[in-house]
């Protein structure tokens, strides 16, 4: 047999992630990574039933390179694909006519990180043989692997022709949806796998990504036709809600509720309000104005289609109105909702707590959100995404000093990332090593200079290091978009210290007048008022 010996099926466990938990069964770790790896079993299984072709053909030389594929096979199998390719190519070149050979080099190409090469070879495979469905399948996950995900659209397509029901294909097809924002195409896609695989985290986790984006998108389209209703304050109060915005939340339900007292959905959502700040008896008053009689449903309508629970009939159905739009919206955010749910039963996995970082960040919440990244990553330590976003969640808690070798590596990754350059540099500041900061800081504005984050930490590391000359014209540039005042009372020390204090008196009072607007427009959040 020409494919790796041992591949055999383990005990189950989420699509490709090791996890736990899974109804889908999948090929031993060692076999392939992450969530390609039922990928590999069919391009096992196609190189096994294609190497039997050689074996009846009697051809020469047969029993020795049946040796040969098997000692590679236990190369690939034991993790050492390197080993293993020169082997694979050796008989690709020896028998041209017999494609497993190429199949295995395929697989050993992309289980040693060789992605480039592996879309080579796979190319070569696809026009030789058009109907080779594993050679479509290791073509996308290798773009997807170099984050081209427009380029690994076609050949999912072309796998879905060869194979419709094919879970890998629905499932890499979905991903790639997600990420270049077409995010209707990219629910289909996940619920079309949810029923091949109602288990897997990867699913359940897309299908929470592109409903929550769904219900934004439908918010857009409420400030575009209907900007002010009533449904568009209410929607706007459910997200507000979800991100933990409270009091923006109630204030919008109010609103709301003045141009249309009966609209139950906002009374249930005060209700909610009322119970999360601590007014029990305020919740009750609100449910109770919530509660629906029997001739509510009397007539079809949209709201009661919700309540029926017929939520994806509401997500594929036409929405226009702003009535539609609305329900459609909370349509999307239930099923949004109720596949977080069952992620989050579900045993540990990356996506479980990938979702979780993800909703904590929405909330605000960083340092429960890096939490989360480090529990992600435990599942993929070399995840570079994961690690990313944990760096990034470090930095908006106040902590980029824990995230120096994190963004070090990312950015020895993007070294043409005005971003990484630019986080790289304020994590450097933090440690009081301004000195050090500057390069990168200087290399981030230099790659994008309408950057004003990085032009503002550009002016503070040259005034921190001595130099206020340098300093003035990128803390000039940051000014624009200073709501606090600390970019004015930065440019001001740097013409302080530059001898020209004119220029300074001008910007302290600048300053002195966006503190006092400040104070005078600051009333606090909106109290939680009585029904």
């Not at 466990?13 to 069964?25: F, I, M, V």
């Not at 000093?401 to 350059?421: F, I, T």
């Not at 504005?445 to 921190?464: C, D, K, M, S």
């Amino acid at each position: 047999m020409l494919v790796p010996n041992g591949c055999t099926v383990s005990q189950p466990h989420p699509y490709g992630q090791g996890s736990g938990g899974g109804s889908d069964r999948v090929w031993d770790e060692n076999c392939a990574d992450g969530a390609e790896l039922s990928v590999m079993r069919r391009a096992f299984l196609a190189a096994a039933i294609l190497g039997m072709a050689l074996s009846s053909a009697g051809l020469q030389s047969t029993s020795d390179a049946v040796s040969k594929s098997n000692g590679a096979d236990a190369l690939l199998q034991s993790g050492k694909p390197e080993q293993a390719i020169p082997i694979y190519r050796a008989l690709a070149v020896a028998f041209p006519a017999e494609l497993s050979f190429r199949v295995n080099l395929a697989i050993a190409l992309y289980k040693a990180g060789r992605y480039r090469q592996t879309i080579e070879e796979c190319t070569v495979l696809t026009k030789r043989q058009p109907d080779l469905l594993p050679a479509w399948l290791f073509l996308a996950a290798s773009h997807l692997k170099l984050g081209a995900a427009l380029a690994a659209e076609e050949p999912l397509r072309k796998a879905l022709t060869i194979q419709p029901n094919d879970p890998n294909a629905h499932v890499m097809l979905a991903d790639v949806m997600l990420a270049t924002a077409h995010w209707t195409e990219a629910a289909d896609q996940y619920e079309i796998t949810e029923q091949l695989m109602p288990d897997s985290p990867r699913v359940l986790f897309g299908l929470d990504r592109s409903y929550e984006a769904l219900a934004d998108e439908s918010l857009k389209r409420l400030e575009a036709v209907a900007p002010g209703s009533a449904e568009h304050l209410a929607l706007s109060a459910e997200l507000e809600f979800d991100r933990g915005q409270v009091a923006p939340a109630f204030q919008h339900c109010r609103q709301a509720l003045a141009l249309q007292p009966s609209f139950r959905e906002v009374h249930a959502l005060v209700s909610s309000i009322y119970e999360t700040t601590g007014h029990t008896d305020w919740a009750a008053v609100e449910s109770a104005k919530a509660v629906r009689d029997s001739e509510t449903c009397a007539a079809p309508s949209p709201e009661c289609e919700f309540l029926a629970g017929r939520l994806r009939e509401i997500a594929s159905a036409k929405a226009e109105s702003p009535n539609t739009i609305y329900w459609q919206a909370r349509a999307f955010l239930d099923l949004s909702r109720q596949a977080f749910g069952r992620l989050q039963e579900l045993p540990p996995s990356r996506e479980r707590y990938e979702a979780a970082a993800v909703a904590e960040e929405k909330r605000g919440k960083y340092p429960e959100a890096a939490a989360a990244w480090k529990k992600a990553l435990q599942f993929e330590p070399s995840n570079a995404p994961l690690r990313r976003q944990l760096a990034l969640a470090l930095c908006h808690s106040n902590d980029c000093v824990s995230a120096l070798p994190l963004l070090k590596e990312q950015l020895s990754r993007e070294p043409s990332s005005a971003e990484m350059n630019y986080l790289y540099g304020l994590a450097l500041t933090s440690t009081r090593n301004p000195a050090e900061a500057l390069p990168y800081l200087e290399t981030a504005v230099r790659l994008n200079g309408t950057f004003l984050p990085a032009r503002a930490a550009l002016g503070e590391a040259y005034l921190e290091a001595g130099r206020p000359q340098p300093a003035i014209p990128h803390l000039k540039a940051s000014i624009v978009e200073d709501e606090t005042g600390s970019r004015h009372y930065q440019l001001a020390q740097a013409y302080q210290a530059a001898g020209m204090r004119v220029e300074s008196s001008a910007v302290l009072r600048e300053y002195r007048e966006i503190i006092s607007r400040r104070r005078a427009e600051q009333p606090g959040e909106p109290n939680i008022t009585p029904p």
